[in-house]
């Protein structure tokens, strides 16, 4: 192997992409554009809930709900309605999202003690925020509940008696429990993927196109050096994209990065060389630059969005598909990301997925080795 043939090479990938501005720039900024229209607009938060309120009873005690209900970040009052049959025009054209309905004779049953119920309708084509909303409101009915209780108490001259049990709740790594937190690391890593392995695998299928390829055939020059000519120059690349990247999550989304920056590096040149080397490879056996950015996009970036754990968890996936996320590079990664950034923890907690990693890139390093041999394909 000869490092100065290989300096060549590298010096002629850097003069190609300074000629090529548009392809440099697309992959410099196409990254910072994924991350600012992801980063802000999936959001697993759920957070001023469009509400209405049917108020039959109009008495101190419903209004009290009412501004229970709607004084959390949870719910947002949108208006009050008079009839029943209201509330479906108002789904129906989507202004609200749930309905709430104080039934007559509300604040007079609490007054006496009795048992009173309150309707509450929710819009269920929009499962998850339903599921998470009928938590926030229940959480907010057994607070005005439990205020209930403790008035009555009080008037009857009673002492109030502690609990004897008593939860006191900690949120590790992520305190406010802000999703943007949880998005982030994980939006990294498939960025990562999909651009990365998109860069090479538009390389050499470039070059079977001008006929440039030729020129290289002709040259003294190995497989393996060829390969490593090719990768080096996108290892640069690669590397300022990652940070740019979590520079925008750290500055710009206020992500907490608790790690190494070492660590970030050590492991991003492993997921690189892995990454780079699947795009080399959908590039040698594509036909053209079209077809090569389709495998690329289809083998590196639905996987990884999909099957990494970044959004869905893997654990509630069917069998198959666990099983299938193993072989899906961005699951480690997306796993260390997270490590890194919100727990702080090194390579000594995370060197399973390192591991995995490791050997991710030496077998797709060889695989690329052997298809990427001296010969127009």
Known sequence: MSIRRIKALVKKEFIQMGRDSRSLMGALFIPLLMIFLFGYALSLDVDRIPTIALDRDATPASRDLIHRLTDSRYFSLVGHIKKQGEIDDVMERGTALMALVIPEGFASAIRNGRPVSVQVI????????????????????AGFDIGIQESRIRR???KMVDMPLEGRIRVWFNAELRSKNFIIPGLTGVIMMAICALMTAL????????????????????????LLGKLLP?????????????????????VPFRGSYLDLL???????????????????????QLQASQIAVLSAF???????????????????LQIITYIVPARYF???????????????????????????????LNLARKRFRKRII
């Open 266 to 288: 050590v492991v991003s040149l492993i997921f690189l060389a892995g990454t780079l080397s699947w795009g080399l490879f959908v590039s040698v056996i594509s036909k053209s």
């Open 302 to 320: 639905l996987p990884s969005f999909l099957l990494s754990g970044f959004i869905y968890p893997i654990e509630n996936m069917p069998i198959a």
């Open 203 to 226: 390389s050499v299928s470039k070059e079977k196109e001008t006929g440039t390829l030729e020129q290289l055939i002709s040259t003294p020059i190995s497989s393996l050096e060829l």
């Open 234 to 254: 996108y290892v640069v690349v690669g590397l300022v994209d990652l940070a740019l990247v979590v520079g925008a999550g750290v500055l710009i989304f206020q």
């Open 156 to 158: 009857a001259g009673l």
């Open 122 to 141: 929710f819009d269920g084509s929009d499962s998850n925020t339903a599921m998470i909303a009928m938590g926030y409101l229940k959480a907010v009915i």
């Open 334 to 364: 997306v796993e260390i990301l997270k490590g890194l950034f919100l727990q702080g923890v090194g390579l000594t907690v995370l060197w399973p997925q390192v591991a995995a990693l490791v050997i991710y890139a030496i077998v797709i």
